[in-house]
């Protein structure tokens, strides 16, 4: 099939490389210029394992203008606007574009996380069937999941919509039961509720792991307990600072404002977003406390300052709410990220970058363990310890056991977990 998908962001990018990769001529639309050079010439504008293999594919190509494609895909952005709407502006202009083609695609589909409801207006608007196909992607192992997803979810409005995502999927040859074949609303409150269903998850962990200290429990072994019911599972079970990225936050949030102006308050979702507010706070106080309750003045090392591993995006890292806020009371940060670090100079000001996590850790009054990197994982303890004149560590996400830290020396504080020692 001939395949345009609109927007070279991380959604965009992904579909359209693994789409070409599956036989189908796709070309990759963007307005920005640059990026469609950068991306002509064969890079990756941002990290994200193999990827950039399938940039070499010879059936794929970028442009600022579109052909006459099969079929249209919409993968441009969603931001939150400032009332805290789902910004579809993005989204509707692409229709207007593909509502003024020459020759109207056959179908278009809907990549973009969009509100439930939205497709249908896209129907309405370019006079096309429009088909909700919601992506389903994690940052740091996207082709992985594209190329062998879970599921597939798609919301057509004629059975010549469905027969057309068949086509475009054909190659993955997934068993019928993994595909799910609904309205374009129910696919659309499909993304949002997967999201919000595992924030939920990750909010109540976050919760609970606190609850732990209070009554001396240890989380790493209640999640243990409950993931081994297979109606719980063990995944999405891992305490952290606080739940961040380009999607959950945003989509929490969109699904939030929704329902509010339906006057239909999802009060688990309003509880999550509260919630993880307070679990960053908590977490904050925490580096804070091992400062001895006051950072004026504290030099402060930050590990990791990615969302997670494996990316070197950095929206809605819990990094972009900390450091800011440290720097406002008063301490000097000094970060180290392996992939990070080019993101984070564009971000934070006043950070001084080292790239040896020993080196950043020295003259350090503590250092805070933000991302799990396995470069961290992997860190010597007592040598990082020897580093510092007085060790420190806040570990935010549990990736050091508490008695190795405490023996290299440590003044250690984690998540939920019995036998720290707090500064
Ligand atoms: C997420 C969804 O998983 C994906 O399906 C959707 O398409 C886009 O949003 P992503 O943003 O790449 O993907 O990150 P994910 O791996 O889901 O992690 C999100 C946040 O939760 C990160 O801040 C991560 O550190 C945190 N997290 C995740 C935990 O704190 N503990 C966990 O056990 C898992």
């Known amino acids: 099939m001939r395949v345009t998908v609109f927007g070279c962001g991380y959604v965009g990018l992904v579909t359209g490389a693994c789409l070409s990769e599956l036989g189908h001529d796709v070309e990759c639309i963007d307005i920005d210029a640059d990026k469609v050079a ?4 064969g890079i990756v504008p941002f990290y994200e394992p193999g990827i950039d293999t399938l940039l070499q594919n010879k059936n794929l190509s970028f442009s600022t203008t579109a052909t006459a494609p099969d ?16 910004d579809l502006s993005q989204v509707f ?19 973009s996380t969009v509100p439930p409801g939205t497709s249908a207006k896209i129907a309405a608007q370019t006079g096309l069937e429009t088909i909700s196909n919601p992506e389903f992607l994690r940052q740091g192992s996207a082709v992985q999941d594209f190329m062998q997803p879970d599921r597939l979810v798609i919301g057509a409005s004629s059975p010549r919509g ?7 999927y054909a190659p993955l040859n997934l068993p019928a039961e993994r ?14 509720a997967a999201n919000v269903f595992l924030t939920t998850k990750l909010a ?21 307990g409950i993931g081994l019911d297979t109606r719980i599972g063990n ?11 380009s999607c959950f936050p945003k989509d929490i949030r969109a699904l939030a404002f929704q329902s509010k102006a339906l006057d239909h308050q ?49 929206r809605n890292s819990v990094s972009t709410v900390f450091i800011p806020a440290l720097q406002d009371l008063g301490a000097k940060i000094t970060a180290t990220d392996p992939m990070g670090a080019e993101n984070g100079k564009t971000v934070f000001t006043g950070v001084d970058w080292v790239e040896n996590p020993y080196e950043a850790a020295k003259n350090a009054d503590v250092v805070v363990i933000l991302t799990e990197w396995d470069l961290f994982k992997a860190l010597d303890l007592a040598r990082l310890a020897q580093a510092m004149h007085v060790p420190r560590l806040v570990d935010l996400r549990n990736i050091f056991d508490v008695q190795k830290a405490v023996q290299a020396g440590f003044d250690y504080d984690s998540i939920g977990r019995a036998g720290s020692i707090k500064g």
């Open 179 to 192: 595909i799910v074949n609904t309205s374009t609303t129910s696919a659309e409150l499909t993304k949002y």
């Open 38 to 41: 950068t991306l002509q010439s």
């Open 266 to 314: 999802l009060e688990i979702v309003q509880a999550v977003i509260a919630s993880n507010d307070t679990h960053q706070n908590a977490m904050l106080q925490k580096i804070v406390d091992m400062c001895g309750g006051m950072v004026t003045g504290k030099r402060i090392a930050i590990f990791g300052v990615t969302f997670k591993a494996n990316t070197d995006d950095l």
């Open 93 to 111: 202009g692409v229709a207007d574009l593909i509502a003024a083609m020459e020759k109207p695609p056959k179908a278009v589909v809907m990549k």
């Open 204 to 224: 109540f962990v976050n919760e609970l792991a606190l609850y732990c200290e209070t009554v001396g429990a240890d989380i790493d072994e209640v999640t243990k």
């Open 235 to 245: 995944q999405f079970l891992q305490a952290g600072p606080g739940i961040g990225g």
């Open 162 to 168: 469905f027969a057309l995502m068949e086509q475009l």
């Open 71 to 86: 079929l249209c895909i919409i993968a441009v952005g969603t931001p939150l606007a400032e009332n805290g709407s789902a």
